[in-house]
């Protein structure tokens, strides 16, 4: 029996456990900073033993010290804070994400980035009135892409991503693209002619029980066969419907992903998980959000691809 195959067995047995107790087990009120482990439930360590130089390659740091645009009353989630359960899974790098918070106020992530040193990297949020100069200040930062959250209290538009693409062509930098599935697909000719690679957040937003029958899926999965594109495996409580701890119905989506371009996917905590913050909704355990890897691949070397290989790519590590 290989570890992949214990990894799965240990995964299993842990979940079953907890359905059997009544539990929420994946889950706790919602978290406040004052814990051992802010915004993330348990305490325990993945099964899943990551390599050395694995990436969580999405979460969040939010400061009151630097003013938000859109406040939906999120507490301070510090560089500190994240540190602990960087520790806590066993993970040597990171890239910080800007949140809608601050919208293209990018002084809280460069703070970050300053701080959390060499072992991250940066995806910054700005609008077509960016210069070229402020473009070359975020790269001596560690900003290695632009954010699309074209969602809630976005300060981007769809007209944007091109124009913008073309301007941080010159820097390797990459294109974020966070929205709805449904949305997505009137974005087919866009995304299809940047000049820069292209992720997926949160597996593209693809509603589920669709899952890969929804036609976002073919256009996701044709950019990252053309090697155009990424897919970001995060936060999949976003659009489950069955939930945690198991995702069940996103088990199907994950796997397609992975054996469609192992090369091409990385993962993410999404932590403090301000999606869930913002409906007052419980916090998941990180190390068993972890653990679904062993669920999701075939493979030790595909986990190393994951978590090392391709963020080091992308990133530039």
Not at 128 to 154: C, H, M, Q, T, Y
Not at 201 to 210: K, L, V
Not at 254 to 273: C, F, K, S, Y
Request: charged share 20%; proline share 7%; with cysteine.
């Amino acid at each position: 029996m290989n570890s992949m195959e214990i990894s799965r067995r240990a995964f299993v047995k842990a979940m079953t456990v907890i359905a059997g107790a009544g539990l929420t087990g994946a889950h706790v009120p919602f978290s406040r900073a004052d814990e051992v482990y802010p915004f993330s439930a348990g305490s325990g360590r993945p099964t899943l033993k990551a390599p050395p130089l694995a990436c969580d390659c999405h979460h969040h740091i939010y400061d009151r010290a630097y003013p938000y645009v859109d406040d939906r009353n999120l507490p301070t989630a510090s560089v500190a804070d994240y540190l602990k359960l960087r520790s806590r899974l066993g993970l040597g790098r990171s890239v910080a994400i800007q949140p809608s918070s601050y919208g293209t106020d990018n002084r809280c992530l460069v703070a970050a980035l300053s701080e959390l040193g060499s072992t991250s990297r940066g995806i910054a949020v700005v609008d077509d009135k960016v210069d070229i100069a402020e473009l070359k200040r975020l790269d001596a930062a560690g900003v290695r892409g632009l954010r699309f959250n074209l969602g809630v209290a976005s300060v981007t538009t769809p007209e944007m991503i091109k124009p913008l693409a073309r301007r941080i062509a010159e820097l390797g930098w990459h294109v974020e693209i966070h929205m709805r599935a449904d949305e997505l697909l009137g974005m087919k000719e866009v995304l299809s002619d940047l000049p820069v690679q292209i992720v997926f957040d949160h597996f593209g937003r693809i509603p589920h029980p669709a899952g890969i029958n929804h036609p976002a899926y073919t256009l996701i999965a044709d950019l990252v066969k053309r090697d155009r594109a990424w897919v970001k495996i995060s936060g999949a409580y976003q659009d489950s419907v069955l939930g945690g701890p198991a995702y069940e119905d996103v088990k199907s989506l994950a796997q397609t992903m992975i054996e469609l371009a192992p090369n091409r996917v990385i993962w993410g905590t999404d932590w403090p998980h301000p999606s869930l913050q913002t409906k007052r909704q419980p916090m998941p355990d990180d190390a068993g959000m972890m653990d679904l890897l062993s669920v999701w691949t075939r493979t030790q070397a595909e986990v190393n691809q994951i978590l090392v290989e391709n963020p080091a790519r992308l990133y530039g590590f």
